[in-house]
C-alpha cells in the first residue's frame, strides 16, 4: 500500500464513521469558540468545558472581557493550565478585538495570529470550525496520529511540515473534518502512552503493527 492508497483507506473510514464531526469544545460563537481554543492549550476540553459556561455568562463578548481586569478573568479560569497567562492572554486579545476588529473575530488567519495568545494551531481551529475555512490545525494528536498511521514520514518533524502534507494530500471538502477524525482518534484510541490497537479498526494498515513495513 502506497502512501496514496494509505490516504485514501484511512479517510474512507471516517468519512463512513465520522460524517459530521466538529470540535468536543462548547461554544456559541466566534469569540467564544476562540477563548476555549486558547484555553486548551495543554489543558483538556473536559476541563475547558467546566469552566467556560460561567465565563462566558459573564463575559460573552469581546467588549465585555476587554473591560475586565486580569484578575476578574483569573477568578473564572483558574483550574485551567496556566490560568495567569491565559487571563493575561484573553484580556489583551479582547482589548485588540475591539479596538482593530469593532469586536468581532477576523476570518483572516495573518490577522488571528496577531492577537496575543493565538498562534497558528488556534488560528486554523476557528478558521475551520467557526468559519467553515479548509485548514488544518495541528496539535499534539493530530501530529501523532499522522506519523503513526503512515500519513507523514519521519522527516515531517514539525507540526508546520505535518500541516503542509495533510493539505497537500487531504481534498479540500475533507480538511475542516479531518482535523477532527485524527483528533479524536489520537484522544480516544491512538493514544500517547497506551494505544488501544486491540480495538483499532485500522490496524489492519497500521504501520507500527506491520511487520517490515517501510513505513514504519
Not at 493565538?118 to 481551529?125: L, Q
Request: proline content about 6%; overall charge positive.
Amino acid at each position: 500500500m502506497n502512501r496514496r492508497q494509505r490516504y485514501e483507506y484511512i479517510l474512507d473510514y471516517f468519512r463512513t464513521r465520522l460524517p459530521e464531526v466538529t470540535s468536543e469544545l462548547r461554544f456559541k460563537t466566534p469569540f467564544q469558540l476562540l477563548v476555549a481554543t486558547v484555553l486548551s492549550a495543554q489543558c483538556t476540553d473536559r476541563r475547558v468545558n467546566e469552566v467556560t459556561p460561567a465565563l462566558f455568562a459573564r463575559f460573552p463578548n469581546a467588549r465585555e472581557m476587554a473591560l475586565a481586569d486580569e484578575a476578574q478573568i483569573h477568578e473564572y479560569i483558574r483550574s485551567v493550565s496556566y490560568p495567569n497567562s491565559k487571563a493575561r492572554h484573553l484580556k489583551a486579545m479582547s482589548e485588540m478585538l475591539v479596538a482593530d476588529f469593532s469586536g468581532e473575530v477576523p476570518t483572516d488567519a495573518d490577522d488571528l495570529v496577531k492577537l496575543p495568545g493565538v498562534g497558528r494551531k488556534t488560528a486554523n481551529v476557528v478558521q475551520a470550525v467557526a468559519f467553515g475555512r479548509a485548514t488544518m490545525a495541528v496539535d499534539t494528536h493530530v501530529y501523532r496520529v499522522s506519523h503513526r498511521l503512515g500519513l507523514v514520514s519521519k522527516n515531517d518533524n514539525t507540526p508546520l511540515k505535518v500541516e503542509k502534507q495533510l493539505m497537500k494530500n487531504i481534498p479540500v471538502e475533507d480538511v475542516p473534518r479531518a482535523h477532527h477524525w485524527l483528533l479524536l482518534h489520537g484522544r480516544y484510541v491512538c493514544t500517547s502512552r497506551a494505544p488501544h490497537c486491540d480495538r483499532c479498526d485500522l490496524k489492519a494498515i497500521c504501520p507500527q503493527l506491520i511487520e517490515g513495513s517501510r513505513l514504519r
